[in-house]
């Protein structure tokens, strides 16, 4: 019985009620276990997703289309990386996917799985994506990773707008 009511607890606390995927708080405590010493980051691949013009969505369609963009995003990340990394949905538009493993094949599904998904949609979901594999050249840190996803994320958001 205490392990049904812990697993609720759990759910309750760390996943995002929208998309069923982590949530930010369920974020934060993954980075205090890769920010500690002596963690080895070696084969730790980061994927930073931002749906496109959410707001946009918002105020010409109403919240539900919004949330309906954010799902159909939180849906194709669970059907391409669902099964190789953790999802985390950190703020209105924007997931972080890690995993222990290069994934970046995986990322590359995705983006190609929400080019097809919108051929059969009303509306075009587009996301822009910054993806990167620890590389202890390159990155001191965790957020040494984040911040170069971030850049590639934002570079590519900016080629969409």
């Known amino acids: 019985m205490k392990s049904k009511i812990t697993e609720k607890i759990f759910n309750?606390?760390?996943t995002d009620s929208l998309t069923e995927t982590y949530n930010r708080t369920?974020?934060?405590d993954r980075l205090k276990k890769l920010r500690k010493p002596r963690i080895l980051l070696d084969n730790v691949t980061l994927a930073i997703v931002c749906v496109d013009n959410v707001k946009d969505f918002k105020n010409?369609?109403?919240?539900?289309?919004?949330?309906?963009?954010?799902?159909?995003?939180?849906?194709?990340?669970?059907?391409?990386?669902g099964e190789q990394a953790d999802i985390f949905r950190i703020n209105d538009d924007t997931f972080i996917c890690i995993a222990d493993k290069n994934i970046l094949s995986y990322?590359?599904?995705?983006m190609d799985y929400m080019s097809f998904e919108?051929?059969?949609?009303?509306?075009t979901i587009s996301t822009s994506v910054g993806y990167g594999m620890y590389d202890k050249k390159h990155h001191k840190?965790?957020?040494?990773?984040?911040k170069h996803c971030e850049k590639?994320?934002?570079?590519?958001?900016n080629n969409v707008m």
């Open 12 to 14: 309750i606390v760390y």
């Open 26 to 28: 369920a974020y934060d």
């Open 60 to 81: 010409s369609y109403g919240q539900h289309t919004a949330d309906e963009a954010v799902k159909c995003t939180a849906d194709t990340l669970k059907k391409t990386l």
């Open 107 to 110: 990322v590359s599904q995705f």
């Open 118 to 123: 919108n051929r059969d949609r009303a509306l």
């Open 141 to 146: 840190s965790i957020d040494d990773l984040i």
């Open 152 to 157: 590639k994320m934002c570079k590519t958001k």
